[in-house]
């Protein structure tokens, strides 16, 4: 049953009509619903009440014609958020009025064991995402949150937090407890910076702004976190290494395929660069042997498509046992009805950490 009188209609955002490309951008502008009744719900189906939605680089990829992957026209976009159960089916039985919770990314990426595609069925992307006052998902596809977190916070989880705990755990960092190159200060970068002050590892984070490096490392006790100015130290392994002289066990990626060679360079033996994000495009113009150098390190590149949601309920797992704060992530946050300006800002690139819209 639900919670209280459910509004007819509900607001959201979707995309505007058109082909994105780099010079023709697209933009987002508000769209009036039906809001489903809880008489509608399918057995299995939860609704849901969104509070807060936090935004990611894929989101404003997809308005200027830089996503790789298959994009709905006039979508609704986005795809992490943190809501409030309102209602349920009559076979649900794991989550109730109340509840906080978040849709996985990939409705079909729930094991790891699916076949097909992984990048089918994604929120924001081919299926209507989470800009929306109200939506319907299927009770498998939920994930409890955190309790002790604000509903602002949660949001940050879905992609930035999952996607910087599997490239974490795939240098098997957790049982190394050494150290891990975060290349930028974006949202993965800092969850995965403070994933590592909590698991004791040591991150090393890029910026090309002193400034902003110094407020970061204060983030951890004196000493913790390192980082250097990749514009005034272009070199990525000679910085890397002068701050670690083994090299680093794990690369987060973020730059895509253009820095792989440097990625190979900056790794110990045994390391991983965990490739997660293409900020600088998808093409590159080094020389294949380049990657002959994971052979004589015994290192490897793992591609990271987010995470299942066995890895979202895990890394929910640890930052409660943790009681890890995700305020530090929050760069800023916007008004629903500024939802466009809140894409502008991210697109920008003045952020560090997360841009979060609160409905």
């Not at 929050?330 to 894409?343: E, H, P, Q, T």
Request: contains cysteine; charged residues 20%; proline residues 6%.
């Amino acid at each position: 049953m639900a919670a209280s009188p459910l509004p007819t209609t509900y607001r959201s955002f979707r995309r505007t009509a058109g082909i994105a490309t780099q010079d023709s951008p697209l933009s987002i502008e508000p769209a009036t619903e039906p809001t489903p009744s809880s008489s509608s719900l399918g057995a299995h189906d939860v609704l849901l009440r969104t509070h807060a939605v936090s935004l990611n680089f894929r989101d404003v990829a997809m308005l200027h014609g830089r996503y790789p992957m298959p994009v709905a026209s006039r979508g609704v976009p986005t795809s992490d958020c943190a809501a409030e159960v309102i209602a349920v089916g009559s076979a649900v039985t794991k989550f109730q009025v109340g509840d906080r919770v978040s849709p996985v990314i990939g409705l079909k990426y729930l094991t790891g064991e699916e076949e097909g595609s992984i990048f089918e069925q994604l929120l924001g992307g081919d299926i209507d995402g989470v800009l929306r006052e109200y939506a319907v998902f299927e009770d498998r596809v939920l994930v409890r949150l955190p309790g002790h977190l604000s509903y602002e916070e949660a949001s940050t989880i879905p992609i930035a937090g999952l996607t910087a705990w599997t490239a974490l755990k795939s240098g098997t960092l957790f049982d190394k407890k050494k150290s891990a190159l975060l290349q930028g200060t974006g949202g993965v970068s800092m969850f995965a910076l403070l994933l590592s002050l909590a698991g004791g590892i040591t991150p090393i984070i890029t910026s090309s702004s002193d400034e902003k490096l110094a407020a970061i490392k204060k983030l951890g006790p004196a000493g913790a976190v390192l980082g250097y100015n990749y514009k005034t130290n272009p070199d990525q392994s000679a910085a890397v290494k002068a701050l670690v002289p083994r090299g680093v066990d794990v690369v987060i990626n973020n730059r895509g395929p253009p820095s792989i060679p440097q990625d190979i360079d900056a790794l110990t033996n045994a390391g991983t660069v965990s490739l997660v994000g293409f900020l600088e495009g998808v093409t590159a113009d080094w020389d294949p042997s380049v990657l002959l150098g994971l052979i004589g390190k015994n290192a490897n590149i793992v591609g990271i498509a987010c995470g299942t949601k066995i890895d979202f309920e895990n890394v929910n797992k640890f930052i409660e046992e943790k009681k890890i704060r995700l305020e530090p992530l929050i760069d800023r946050v916007f008004a629903f009805d500024d939802s466009k300006a809140a894409f502008e800002y991210l697109y920008s690139g003045k952020h560090v950490g997360k841009v979060v819209i609160k409905l």
